[in-house]
């Protein structure tokens, strides 16, 4: 089986808006109505868990009908996006099983192209790990250090034909995902950092 989950507890502080900014509008709706849309209208997965701040009094305000009943939220967000992942895959645990399929999806990345998410699902079905969605690297990027006096010069140029943009969703086994949040350590920018610390 497979599931969804949207990590949706974080405040927009460096939005600077009044909402945070998964509430901020777009096209009449919500952005994350927008990034939950095509998750929910998948036919394989199962559930959407929506994971919200445990004071979040924004979400029942809105009308998510239109959805189906596919959609649940989770008030169990945490400090950071590895926490909040974590904690809804702990609260999810009553319907997930370890082997099933999880999907991490941004509730910032509205409009996530059909394609892009049947590509994801097809490719990694039968891999015994997962995988993310990427963008090649296009632009030239240089990699700092600093001099002695402690000023920041350019140190080299990467090759990026080896760099890549990780997008969302990523997929990952429930199980190896959840033991790869709770063990990792240091910066977990996104879910497949935290998988690469596994091995």
């Not at 998510?64 to 989770?74: F, S």
Request: net charge neutral.
């Amino acid at each position: 089986k497979a599931y969804a989950l949207v990590p949706a507890a974080g405040s927009g502080s460096r939005v600077g808006a009044a909402l945070p900014k998964q509430y901020l509008e777009l096209a009449g709706r919500p952005l994350l109505y927008h990034s939950l849309l095509e998750l929910a209208r998948h036919p394989r997965i199962e559930q959407v868990f929506v994971v919200l701040a445990q004071g979040d009094d924004q979400f029942r305000r809105h009308d998510w009908r239109e959805l189906g009943a596919r959609v649940e939220p989770l008030y169990c967000g945490g400090k950071s996006r590895r926490d909040s992942v974590y904690n809804g895959l702990v609260a999810a645990m009553a319907a997930v099983q370890a082997d099933d399929w999880v999907l991490v999806h941004d509730a910032a990345r509205p409009c996530l192209p059909p394609s892009d998410l049947a590509r994801l699902w097809e490719d990694c079905r039968n891999d015994a790990i997962g995988g993310i969605l990427a963008l090649p690297a296009t632009d030239t990027v240089k990699r700092v250090g600093k001099d002695e006096a402690g000023a920041q010069r350019i140190a080299g140029t990467e090759d990026r034909t080896q760099l890549w943009l990780a997008q969302t969703p990523q997929m990952f086994r429930a199980g190896l995902l959840a033991q790869a949040l709770r063990q990792a350590k240091g910066a977990v920018t996104d879910e497949s950092s935290a998988v690469e610390q596994l091995g």
